[in-house]
């Protein structure tokens, strides 16, 4: 069963992950972290930007590995996942832009990057600390209800909603891609610890049905369930209905 840590605001949970990865890092310099995007992580990234600069920790063997991606973006959109991951993680963190690769990336052929992006985690020794969000739809990377729990990387069609969702950081509705390439919910399941948050009302429905709902594909945040060492942090609005 997952911890779960209800703090007062995403600053707090930021501070609580910064530090623990903080820590890892010290501990083993070229540590591999999962990266997530979206708007809940924003908290972590900033508070571990202090904490590396405050310490002075050295970040220069850190390796990390995006959730996931869009298929379709223009090489250079600003809200591809490679764009933001530099913008909101690379840059802020310091870290070798060289060691954090996003799935789907300057793959040869689109069928096997999602091997290609299994092999280079697995090479890499595997993801020592997962970072995640959840969609409104419960969906964990870009896994979608219905995704096996099993999974690997590879090529997903968006659900409507997400697209309705991501739709925000886009110019108009229609530019949002309809496809993505997302790690899978076995891949993550894989990272050696997972810290699972979310803010805000509108995730309580998926937050309850990821903790307390059955392990299923309908749901693929119940995958946490499954994990020996989940993290879940929330703000009280995220956890009304737990
Ligand atoms: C996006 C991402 C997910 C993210 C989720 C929630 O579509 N693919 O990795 O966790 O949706 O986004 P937000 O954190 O902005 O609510």
Known sequence: MAEVLIVRS????????????ADLIVSRPDAVLGLATGSTPLAVYAALAQIIEAEGIDVSGVRGFALDEYVGLPQGHPESYRAVITREVVEPLGLDPAK??????????IQTAGEDYEAAIAAAGGVDVQILGIGRTGHIGFNEPGSSLASHTRVKTLAEATKRDNARFFDSPDDVPIHCITQGIGTILRARHLFLLAFGAAKAEAIAAALEGPVSASSPGSAVQLHPHATVLVDEDAATDL
Do not use: C, Y
Request: no cysteine; hydrophobic share 40%; glycine share 10%.
């Open 10 to 21: 995403q600053e707090e949970a930021g501070s609580i992950v910064a530090r623990s990865i």
């Open 100 to 109: 954090v690769l996003v799935p789907g990336e300057n793959a040869t052929s």
